[in-house]
C-alpha cells in the first residue's frame, strides 16, 4: 500500500492562506486517475474539499469554490492544494487522496489547519 504524505498545515488568522502539498512517499507503479483533498473537524463526517483529474478538470463544493485551487504536478504524482480567504468554518484535518488506474485509494495521514485569530 503505498502512503501518501502531506505538508503545509497549521495556524493561520481568518482571511489568511495556507498551500497543501502531497506526494506518495515512495516509487509506484500505478497510474494515478485522479487526486484530491477531503477534510473532517471534529464531530462531523469526513467531506470533499476538492478534486482534480490527470486531464487537469477539477471539482469543487460551494463552501470553497472561489477561494481554493487545486494542482498537481503528474510528473512527480503530487497534488496541491491552495487556500485562500480562510474562515474558521475551514478548521479541520485535511486528507490527500489518490485513486488508480488499478482501483486503489490510497490516503495520506491528515496534516491539521487551524484558523483562528
Known amino acids: 500500500q503505498v502512503q501518501l504524505v502531506e505538508s503545509g498545515g497549521g495556524l493561520v488568522q481568518p482571511g489568511g492562506s495556507l498551500r497543501l502539498s502531497c506526494a506518495p512517499s515512495?516509487?509506484?507503479?500505478?497510474?494515478?486517475?485522479?487526486m484530491g483533498w477531503y477534510r473532517q473537524a471534529p464531530g462531523k463526517e469526513r467531506e470533499l474539499v476538492a478534486t482534480?483529474?490527470?486531464?487537469?478538470?477539477?471539482n469543487y463544493p460551494a463552501s470553497v469554490k472561489g477561494r481554493f485551487t487545486i494542482s498537481r504536478d503528474g510528473a512527480k504524482n503530487a497534488v496541491y492544494l491552495q487556500m485562500n480567504s480562510l474562515k474558521p468554518e475551514d478548521t479541520a484535518v485535511y486528507y490527500c487522496h489518490a485513486y488508480t488506474n488499478w482501483a486503489n485509494n490510497w490516503w495520506g495521514q491528515g496534516t491539521q489547519v487551524t484558523v483562528s485569530s
Open positions: 515512495g516509487s509506484i507503479f500505478s497510474s494515478i486517475l485522479y
Open positions: 482534480i483529474t490527470s486531464g487537469g478538470s477539477t
